[in-house]
């Protein structure tokens, strides 16, 4: 047996379109993840006590339960209600309520270190809210926040390799198509292993150097 | 509402002994590819972890060849990894069986995981009792079982529990090889005319209930260690 990866260079141009549609899946279900997450725990710190029990049990479900198994929900099983979802909008949504669980979970934290004295003296000092919110609330929260948002960014990056089950043209999708056309299976999946690598280191450095720029956090990430 | 009507009609059908028996022996074919895995890999994630500490292992490339292991796997997707595990044994000749392919993946992926956390455990304990221990001439792995491990397994210990339930939901993805656990299961009993609705919708109950209870064990155990740490700072009743 001899390894040719000769034989599948050529594949690298499509895979990295695909790679981009890997990073594209994750921005956007990290997005709007945040949004929820944002939601959920506003909810937790000043709702009332049956939103927040609605809160802990969206979170509870969706974090004690696997991802690729929600969206097999949503894909096969939502249709019986007559809702119809194609395979990129069945990934989407369900990465995007997954994440919402997690980053719920995560941001909580960040309310637990909202610093009030600090606030109280920007606003006797003359902060507008504007400048209370970029100089004072943000780089507390941040602190203790963007590790975690950054490492859920790289978990949710690979976590795209599973829309490739739903036939989503990602990275592992195209991988597992070449894999059909060449036979070329070893090398075909270590190159895409070797393209995740990298795609998360870079993404992991550029998430540094934008804590860095942005928020002055020192925290390494993933 | 059709679909429920159609949920009640079905639910006799389904839940029968047989369906039943079907599903628990595919639960705990989930489990135990998740637990040995689990087991297997904070063995070897504990070898990693002590053979990059500069104190035990000398060689500064062996150190930076795990350091690149670990770092490497984390960043590949479970997926990815298991097809890498599959035409690995392929190509090798090896004639294995899928439980053995599924084992190895998952132990590949959580010695990666484990290693970092056992990693962690080790820096929460000061450079300085290295040092002592080294000046009392204390063998490094005498001084790493009788020093360092008593008081680094506290930060271990938590965010193994937490591992172990993410790889009870990781392990839905060795459905795609074949292995029948509970997601394979699912969509066998759903291609054999059983409703997605009640196929997933059961399966997602079960994942609930197995690792729910994981997590909560683990925070239990996480509580008590904790309490019982501030009971030995405070000088109380030693462990």
Not at chain 1, 133 to 141: C, D, F, L, S, T
Not at chain 1, 166 to 174: C, K
Not at chain 2, 81 to 106: D, E, H, K, P, R
Request: aromatic content about 12%; proline content about 3%; charged content about 10%.
């Amino acid at each position: 047996m001899q390894l040719q990866y000769g034989q599948v260079v050529g594949y690298l141009p499509d895979f990295l379109i695909g790679a981009a549609i890997a990073l594209a899946i994750a921005f956007v279900a990290f997005g709007f993840g945040l949004v929820i997450g944002l939601a959920g725990a506003s909810v937790l710190a000043y709702g009332s006590a049956p939103a927040r029990w609605l809160v802990r049990a969206y979170v509870s479900f969706f974090t004690n339960t696997p991802q690729l198994v929600q969206i097999f929900f949503l894909f096969f099983a939502l249709p019986e209600f007559g809702i119809l979802l194609s395979p990129v909008q069945a990934v989407l949504i369900g990465m995007t309520l997954n994440a919402g669980a997690y980053l719920t979970e995560i941001q909580r934290a960040g309310f637990r270190s909202m610093p009030q004295a600090e606030i109280e003296a920007a606003e006797t000092l003359g902060f507008t809210r504007f400048q209370t919110i970029r100089h004072v609330i943000a780089p507390h929260i941040m602190k203790a926040l963007y590790p975690s948002l950054s490492n859920q960014y790289i978990i949710m990056t690979l976590g795209t390799s599973m829309a490739a089950i739903f036939g989503v043209e990602e990275l592992t999708a195209r991988a597992l198509n070449a894999n059909a056309i060449s036979f070329r299976s070893i090398e075909i999946f270590t190159l895409t292993a070797g393209l995740y690598i990298a795609l998360t280191i870079i993404a992991s450095a550029l998430l540094y150097a934008l804590g860095r720029a942005l928020f002055r956090v020192k925290a390494s990430v993933f | 509402m059709g679909a429920l009507h159609q949920l009640a009609e079905e639910a006799p059908r389904f839940f029968t002994y047989w369906n039943m028996l079907f599903l628990g022996q595919a639960a705990l074919n989930t489990l135990l590819v998740s637990l040995l895995g689990c087991v297997l890999g904070y063995g070897l994630g504990f070898v990693i972890a002590t053979l990059r500490l500069r104190q035990v292992m000398a060689h500064a490339a062996v150190r930076g060849a795990l350091a690149g292991w670990t770092e490497a796997i984390r960043r590949i997707p479970f997926l990815v990894l298991l097809m890498c595990v599959f035409f690995a044994f392929q190509l090798s000749g090896a004639n294995q069986t899928l439980f053995v392919i599924a084992v190895t993946a998952v132990t590949m992926r959580m010695s990666a995981l484990a290693a970092e956390n056992i990693r962690a455990g080790y820096e929460s304990v000061p450079e300085r009792q290295w040092e002592a221990a080294s000046v009392l001439n204390i063998p490094p792995l005498q001084s790493l079982f009788r020093i360092i491990l008593p008081q680094a397994w506290r930060v271990i210990l938590p965010p193994s529990t937490i591992h172990a339930v993410s790889m009870i939901k990781e392990t839905s993805l060795v459905s795609q090889i074949g292995f029948l656990e509970l997601t394979f299961a699912a969509r066998m009993l759903n291609q054999r005319g059983f409703s997605a609705l009640i196929c997933f919708g059961t399966i997602l109950i079960a994942y609930f209930v197995i690792s729910w209870s994981f997590s909560r064990v683990g925070r239990v155990a996480e509580r008590k260690l904790v309490t019982e740490a501030r009971r030995v700072r405070n000088g109380g009743a030693g462990v």
